[in-house]
């Protein structure tokens, strides 16, 4: 009965735009600096291949071109001298989208936010950084660093850059009705919006608890 009263609470939000604000909200972090970060840290995720992963390589090129003097911190747990290693794919994937291998360091210790936070702060710690990870996980990230002794961190999220209810188009060129869109997309979006920022939740609590945040 419990578990059913879970699911109807959360098909009832999913028909509502607080999912989205409950990850939105995750994904903020307060401005620490004005001028050109000195690194950029990407956070591995979901591990490579992923949609994940790809994304954070992607926001990783933009922010790259965007502050050219900045170095480029990967930061994932892998066997440097496997060449399909985790940390391999990554900076393969960075080369193709054009960040040069000659600006690019790795952290390769740390199973979590906390110990890769810790290794980082302690070669890093004065430095100006732009975090780039999943946009739920942006507040957990942020906090995790500047408790570590990297002060200077603000949080950069991959978002998706999602279609319009105007751009999904029917055969016959009309556009979707809009409820059948709430079915087909917003309700099921939503519902992982939901179990995302859930998971987060309880991430930030037993950061919290430890005393890691």
């Not at 892998?78 to 790795?106: A, I, K, N, Y």
């Amino acid at each position: 009965m419990l578990l059913g009263l879970m699911l109807l609470i959360m098909l009832a939000l999913s028909f509502t735009s607080l999912p989205y604000y409950a990850v939105h909200n995750l994904s903020l972090s307060e401005k620490v600096f004005d001028t050109e970060p000195d690194l950029i840290v990407v956070l591995g995720g979901d591990g490579m291949p992923s949609a994940d992963a790809l994304m954070r390589c992607y926001f990783v090129s933009i922010a790259a071109e965007t502050y050219p003097n900045a170095e480029v911190l990967v930061a994932i747990p892998s066997d440097p001298d496997d060449s399909v290693s985790q940390l391999s794919m990554f900076l393969d994937e960075l080369l193709l989208r054009g960040v040069s291998l000659d600006r690019t360091t790795s952290e390769q210790g740390g199973g979590n936010t906390h110990e890769q936070a810790t290794a980082i702060s302690e070669e890093y710690g004065e430095k100006r950084i732009l975090l780039i990870t999943a946009p739920e996980h942006v507040f957990r990230s942020v906090a995790t660093f500047r408790h570590a002794g990297c002060l200077s961190t603000q949080g950069l999220a991959t978002y998706e850059q999602s279609l319009s209810e105007s751009d999904l188009l029917v055969s016959n060129s009309d556009y979707l009705d809009v409820s059948n869109v709430q079915m087909r997309y917003n309700l099921w979006s939503y519902l992982i919006y939901e179990i995302r920022a859930a998971r987060e939740y309880a991430a930030i609590t037993y950061y919290w608890l430890r005393g890691w945040i």
